[in-house]
């Protein structure tokens, strides 16, 4: 017997239909191959690739800034003071910096080499080998650096109050090692950061996380280690280099 009411008044709108469980909302939404590394903000993997590589670029670019303020900082202490600068780098060792910067170069295969391992889907332990390959040589620059750092505090070139110079400039000189000492340990902290990264990578790539379709851990790493490699190509020459040929003229 009706009770006045019509269906239509009990359910205003459409009929839908039953709702989803989660197992059926899953298969409903997820798109097509959709790679459990892809974020939800981004359409695929390539996007996703894209914005971080942007994302690392971006950085780097303020580490540019840092470093080109003690560039900038270099350049105008030696205009002030060439002769000082001449005669306080022709006391730093420039076969440890060769050597450094060998090293470095060494690194940067090693490290392109893991960027390409992880984009070829290599094995696991391929992977892992070029990444430890890495950061031997990394730890083997900052070895070296360590050397250098403790001839210079056994020689009392560490500016300060125990700043010892028996040359012709010693105002200069100590100039010259204060940017010394700034510049080449702001490196090496980033280099013990490097390291660092590097050491959380290989274990990502022990475990099978990087492969042909999700590699960008490690290429974003990759532009990271390059660009402390490539600040230390700068150093190099500008610290070690200048000095060379200054005996020759005195």
């Known amino acids: ?56 670029w971006v950085f780097l670019v303020t580490e540019i800034m840092f ?11 030696r ?43 290599a094995k696991p332990k391929t992977q892992v080998a070029w990444l430890v390959a890495t ?13 250098e750092y403790t001839d210079k505090f056994t020689h009392h070139l560490v500016p300060g109050p125990h700043f010892q110079w028996t040359g012709q400039y010693p105002a200069g000189a100590e100039i010259f090692y204060s940017l010394y000492f700034v510049m ?10 490097g390291l660092g990264i590097m050491a959380v990578i290989a274990i990502m790539a022990w475990r099978g996380k990087f492969d042909g379709s999700y590699y960008t851990p490690v290429e974003v790493s990759g532009l990271y280690w390059h660009f402390v490699d490539i600040v230390w190509i700068f150093l190099f020459p500008l610290l070690y280099l200048i000095g060379a040929h200054y005996g020759a003229g005195h």
């Open 135 to 147: 950061m031997f040589f990394g730890t083997a620059f900052l070895g070296v650096k360590v050397i």
């Open 79 to 121: 205009w002030a003071n060439p002769s000082a600068f001449q005669e306080a780098s022709a006391h730093l060792n420039k076969a440890w910096g060769g050597a450094n910067t060998v090293i470095l170069i060494v690194s940067s295969l090693t490290m392109a080499m893991a960027v390409r391992s992880a984009q070829t889907s």
């Open 184 to 193: 080449t340990g702001l490196h090496a902290v980033h280099m013990i950061i």
């Open 1 to 56: 017997m009706s009770n006045g009411h019509s269906r239509s008044e009990h359910f205003p709108g459409p009929l839908h239909n039953p709702p989803i469980t989660t197992g059926d909302a899953h298969k409903h939404h997820a798109p097509h191959g959709h790679h459990p590394k892809l974020q939800h903000h981004f359409d695929d993997m390539a996007q996703q690739l894209e914005a971080s590589t942007l994302g690392m």
């Open 67 to 77: 470093f080109g303020g003690l560039f900038m900082a270099y350049l105008m202490y």
